[in-house]
């Protein structure tokens, strides 16, 4: 069906009659005008869609009202979403990346501020091992929330958060640890390391490094939290980071933050570098919290 012809016919059926319709046309229009695009639609579609009542009235046939009522909601909302699109509120669903325990410990407050604000926007979360950017490349994410070792030029970056490096050893089984925890006394328990994030393995090794430790690697995990599950079971003692000044919290585990070197990282909400900003990372990023 011909858009403009639709047009004739909604405000034909809005105001019952050919010369109200041309009066309240959005642009100048004659009578004869809009009665040749209802006839053109009536000659297109085979039916007629309106009847005569009287001298200067029209009302719609069934098969009128059955047009109408699906035409008018969507021509009587362009005025609104033309508003919308020229002032860059624009809803949909935001691609949102993140390590798991950011998503626990960073998002939440996080996405709770722009639910509140920002209702039209939804989220679709995915846990990441380790920070992907070519997910941002390949446009399958929106943001991204992590750490990064070096900000390539192609994205750009808003820091949301600072974590610093912490000590967690269990406090019972075998490798029970009391008290002040100290690496090289932790040199002869077994070390639970990170796995598929190599940069993070990296600068667990380089601490323990800093201290002259080369304890024997035990087991490898993909998450923070999963290394505080094997921590927690006295399987061994590791190096994660946190958000918090308070430190990693899980039952059975000691943690301590790292000293020595002090090793503080910077948390990025990560987006594509463009002409154009994207509105819904920019809604996201109007809500973020500051480190």
């Given at each position: ?49 309106f009847e005569r009542v009287g001298k200067d009235k029209v009302v719609l046939t069934p098969r009128g009202e059955l047009l109408f009522e699906g035409f008018a ?51 679709s979360l995915t846990e990441l091992p380790h920070a992907d950017l070519g997910l941002l490349r390949r446009a399958e994410a929106d943001l991204l929330v992590d ?145």
């Amino acid at each position: 069906m011909n858009l403009q012809r639709l047009e004739g016919f909604y405000w034909v059926a809005r105001h019952q009659g050919y010369a109200r319709a041309a009066r309240a046309f959005p642009y100048p229009i004659t009578q004869p005008g809009v009665h040749q695009q209802v006839r053109r639609l009536e000659d297109e579609l085979g039916v007629k869609l309106f009847e005569r009542v009287g001298k200067d009235k029209v009302v719609l046939t069934p098969r009128g009202e059955l047009l109408f009522e699906g035409f008018a909601p969507f021509y009587e909302q362009l005025t609104a979403l033309e508003a919308r699109v020229k002032g860059g509120v624009v809803g949909g669903t935001l691609k949102l990346c993140a390590a798991g325990h950011l998503l626990r410990h960073l998002m939440p407050e996080w996405l709770r501020r722009l639910q509140s604000r920002r209702p039209d926007i939804t989220v679709s979360l995915t846990e990441l091992p380790h920070a992907d950017l070519g997910l941002l490349r390949r446009a399958e994410a929106d943001l991204l929330v992590d750490w990064l070792p070096e900000v390539p030029p192609d994205v750009e970056v808003k820091e949301v958060a600072r974590a610093e490096a912490w000590i967690v050893a269990p406090t019972h089984g075998p490798y029970a640890q009391k008290g002040r925890l100290s690496l090289p006394a932790l040199a002869q328990v077994p070390f639970i390391g990170y796995h598929a994030d190599r940069q993070l393995r990296s600068l667990q090794a380089a601490a323990l490094d800093a201290h002259g430790v080369t304890p024997r690697e035990a087991f490898g995990a993909d998450s923070s939290d999963t290394i505080l599950g094997f921590v927690s079971a006295g399987l061994g003692f590791s190096l994660v980071p946190s958000l918090t000044a308070a430190g990693p919290k899980a039952p059975g585990v000691l943690a301590q933050k790292l000293e020595r070197p002090v090793a503080r990282f910077p948390i990025y909400a990560v987006w594509r570098k463009g002409k154009a900003p994207h509105p819904l990372v920019e809604a996201a990023l109007e809500c973020a919290p500051s480190p």
